[in-house]
């Protein structure tokens, strides 16, 4: 008798877990919807309409169209570094292999990821033309960037990398390098190999080892 009365209370959420579970029904509701309509073109009443909420709803937990999106590109993100990280610690450092499965994951990202890169080409001409949201979305990749500069600090610590290198500015040439490759492959797939990314950073690493303290290092 005590299991049955227990089993309704093990299936109630607590409330942290219902706001986590409400959060991602929207984020979910989100994608499907930006990548129907664009990010101009959908509403918040039809993203909370398809996720089962009401507007309300979805602005206790997302001020705005904006954050809601925001934080769809702050996961895409951050998702990518993950794997990124997976890969750097299944294989040894400065061997090759890491850059190569790394390789592959730009091509994944720029032959499958379709949906959403468009958004975020229209995002970033949005936000271009207006301040206060290119603001926003500078603080809210701001978190991503710090996780990827964690993964670049432990690839240079184990690879000897000479002291004074800023993971920070590695992080940011990465980044640069990898968005720019997944555009150039997109307009023209065959001027980016499987294998060019990981050409590209292996050259970028050569460089760090070769040269030591980058220019104004010191100065940091």
């Known amino acids: 008798m005590n299991g049955e009365h227990d089993a309704p209370r093990r299936q109630r959420l607590t409330r942290a877990e219902a706001k986590a579970r409400t959060r991602t029904l929207l984020l979910d509701a989100a994608a499907r919807i930006f990548a129907r309509k664009g990010f101009t073109g959908a509403s918040v009443e039809e993203i909370a309409e398809a996720a089962g909420f009401s507007t309300g709803a979805l602005y206790s937990n997302f001020n705005s169209k904006e954050a809601l999106f925001l934080e769809l590109l702050s996961d895409r993100q951050n998702d990518r570094i993950a794997e990124a990280a997976r890969a750097l610690d299944s294989h040894e450092a400065g061997s090759g292999e890491a850059a190569a499965e790394l390789g592959r994951l730009l091509i994944d990202v720029a032959d ?50 000479p002291e004074g290198v800023p993971a920070e500015t590695v992080a940011t040439v990465v980044a ?27 050259w970028l690493f050569a460089g760090i080892d070769a040269a030591g303290t980058p220019t104004g290092a010191e100065d940091d």
């Open 112 to 161: 499958k990821d379709i949906d959403f890169a468009p958004l975020q080409a229209e995002f970033w001409l949005y936000a271009v033309r207006n301040p206060q949201a290119l603001e926003t979305m500078a603080a809210k990749l701001r978190e991503p960037r710090r996780a990827l500069e964690q993964v670049i600090s432990t690839s240079l610590a184990e690879r000897g990398a």
């Open 176 to 202: 640069a390098l990898f968005q720019g490759l997944v555009r150039l492959r997109r307009l023209d797939p065959s001027s980016v190999s499987e294998e060019l990314f990981a050409q590209a950073l292996t």
